[in-house]
């Protein structure tokens, strides 16, 4: 179920691709699901909507058009038929990274469709929200989600991981209580199994 | 004269703004400087109070903004010392009776003739808040050793980044040693560790600061108050000192068998 459809992030908006030869019924399906957790991610961008590899009726593609319109304030919807060869790695190969060279302070929320990138530390209250990877040379200790539009690939590391809680696609964590906060230990978050691992780097 | 404005915010309420702004004037004038205090909290005003001089205002902020007098005539010169006045908050109105463009405006007429001109603001981020750091040349943030007022801090910060007051300072305010001692405390390490700005001072928590507020006495008047002390040597560091910490001292086994049997 989870990669019915995967998303590409691209200049002005995410791409949605579908897997070769997907029902309707599943796509339906995941989609819907998809559009009720993605809550306001896409407001503002653009989402494309590519259809190579897949058969639709008329209706079927009306219905599509109805679902995807549940993406809350999405700025445009656009369909498109490129073929895509390497389906899962090509948010991570194509999308730019945005750097960001200062510390997020409580309150101070940074969003992007790609890689986000932060020199400084991320304060509690602060939030950080990703399409793609979430890379801190600093203290992580806000709230961060890494791979908002779904993708299960995405990973999260920091210097110091001590997030107040750590989002991985649909998958939540929180730090351990016992933390020991005074060293620095390098660690990233990624998801195995559907659970989200934390491993020294 | 150019004098340079000073802003004391903090976000959370009760961490000790009016009393840290009352005590840095009142350090600040006794070294001759020429200084003027504003209270920027309209509709809530303290610092008038904790000055002692609530019984000597006619005019107030909005009376100067609303031209219904002139800023001298709102003024209140202080009892103690010639250098040192607080323009007063009104206390019927609130705080979309003043703009930020009017705040800016007024400092620039103030600035004119003060060395220091420390402005109180009140707690929040909203228009009070807006209209405090106005025309503020630097911004002095006071936060209590409790992670709520830390949190709240870590935004007035961004926020002040935000409006281009880079490098704000902070005091810590209400520290315990002892508590500090116990692990009971946030560290003043572990504070500035998630804030990242200069310490400009650490006031231990000091009883007599109630009692010195009750009566409308800044407690830098008090030559052997701890708390003002600490305030007398912050004001030299805004005069650009370059003054030690004091160390945070623990009660004495006297002066803690004494608060056991009720004698301090």
Redesign the interface.
Do not use: I
């Given at each position: 179920m989870a990669s019915v459809f995967s998303f590409q992030a691209v200049s002005d908006g995410v791409v949605m691709n579908f897997r070769d030869g997907s029902t309707f019924g599943s796509i339906k399906k995941a989609v819907t699901l998809h559009a009720a957790e993605a809550s306001d991610f896409f407001t503002g961008i653009n989402l494309y909507l590519n259809l190579s590899g897949l058969e639709l009726a008329y209706e079927q593609l009306e219905e599509l058009m109805q679902i995807v319109k549940n993406y809350n304030q999405v700025n445009k919807i656009y369909f498109t038929a490129k073929k895509i060869e390497i389906e899962e790695k090509m948010t991570e190969s194509t999308s730019e990274a945005v750097i960001i060279n200062r510390?997020?302070?409580?309150?101070?929320r940074v969003k992007h469709q790609a890689n986000v990138v932060i020199v400084g530390?991320v304060?509690?209250?602060a939030e950080v929200i990703a399409g793609g990877d979430i890379i801190v040379f600093g203290r992580l200790?806000g709230v961060v989600h890494a791979g908002a539009g779904g993708s299960k690939e995405a990973q999260v590391a920091a210097l110091k991981l001590d997030p107040t809680q750590l989002r991985i696609a649909s998958l939540i964590a929180r730090s351990p209580d016992d933390i020991d906060s005074s060293k620095l230990q390098a660690e990233r978050a990624f998801i195995e199994n559907d659970q989200i691992i934390v491993e020294k780097i | 004269m150019a004098g340079k404005t000073i802003v004391i915010t903090s976000g959370k309420g009760g961490v000790g703004k009016t009393t840290s702004s009352a005590n840095i004037g009142t350090a600040l004038a006794m070294h001759g400087n020429k200084v003027c205090l504003i209270d920027a909290d309209i509709g809530l005003r303290n610092l008038d109070v904790v000055m002692g001089l609530e019984n000597r205002i006619v005019y107030d902020i909005v009376d100067v903004v609303e031209n219904n007098c002139r800023l001298e005539q709102a003024m209140i010169r202080d009892k103690r010392y010639d250098g040192l006045y607080l323009l007063p908050a009104a206390q019927t109105r609130d705080k979309t009776s003043v703009t930020p463009f009017q705040m800016q405006e007024l400092i620039d007429q103030l600035k004119e003739d003060m060395d220091y001109i420390i402005v109180d603001s009140p707690a929040g981020i909203e228009q009070g808040f807006k209209n405090a750091i106005a025309g503020a040349d630097r911004a002095i943030i006071v936060t209590t050793p409790e992670i709520s007022a830390v949190r709240d801090a870590d935004r007035i910060i961004g926020l002040l980044e935000a409006e281009g007051l880079r490098d704000p300072e902070v005091i810590i305010n209400r520290i315990r040693a002892d508590m500090v001692d116990r692990g009971d405390m946030m560290g003043i390490d572990d504070m500035i560790e998630i804030l990242a700005i200069n310490l400009i001072g650490i006031v231990p928590e000091d009883e007599g600061i109630v009692v010195s507020t009750n009566k409308g006495e800044p407690i830098a008047l008090n030559d052997k108050a701890k708390a003002g002390q600490a305030y007398r040597n912050i004001a030299r560091r805004i005069m650009g000192e370059d003054l030690p910490m004091m160390p945070l001292e623990k009660d004495s086994f006297i002066t803690r068998f004494k608060k056991l049997v009720g004698l301090s």
């Open positions: 510390t997020l302070r409580s309150g101070q530390d304060n509690p209250g200790k | -």
